[in-house]
């Protein structure tokens, strides 16, 4: 049997609040057991549904662009209107990708500067 993702992991300089960003974005709660100033914190996949996201407080801050990213893709929103709701939880936007033929992405960044994509849903993609 192959190995399978148990978790993905982002070293942070805070792990509750990264961990309850990331908790918002994808709908994934986040551990009982983290608290604020906990060196690691987690934010877990419903139902073993996929991998969790994993945070390790380091010392050193985010210095160049991510070698990894995660691209998102909304399930029942838009693009554009989850881009908005990903900014008003804390994210910001890096750069827009999107075509007027609505192909393309929106890069954000997360709390402390990771940067992640989000494409069409689905149902922009069939339509």
């Known amino acids: 049997m192959s190995s399978r993702i148990r ?3 982002v070293d942070c300089a805070d ?12 709908g994934y709660p986040r551990s009982d057991d983290d608290h604020p100033g906990d060196p690691e914190a ?8 996929g991998p969790s996201l994993l945070f390790i407080q380091v010392p ?17 929103r838009t693009r554009d209107e989850e881009v908005v709701r990903l ?5 910001t936007q890096v750069a ?5 033929d609505g192909t393309g992405w929106v890069l954000l960044a997360d ?11 689905a149902a922009e993609r069939a339509g």
Do not use: M
């Open 7 to 9: 978790h993905i992991t």
């Open 15 to 26: 792990t509750y609040t990264l961990a309850g960003f990331w908790a918002e974005a994808l």
């Open 42 to 49: 987690l934010a877990q996949a419903p139902d073993g549904a």
């Open 60 to 76: 050193e801050g985010k210095a160049v662009k991510n070698r990894l990213h995660l691209d998102l893709q909304p399930g029942d």
């Open 87 to 91: 900014i008003g939880l804390g994210a």
């Open 96 to 100: 827009d990708h999107r075509r007027p």
């Open 111 to 121: 709390p402390e500067g990771n940067e992640f994509c989000v494409e069409r849903s």
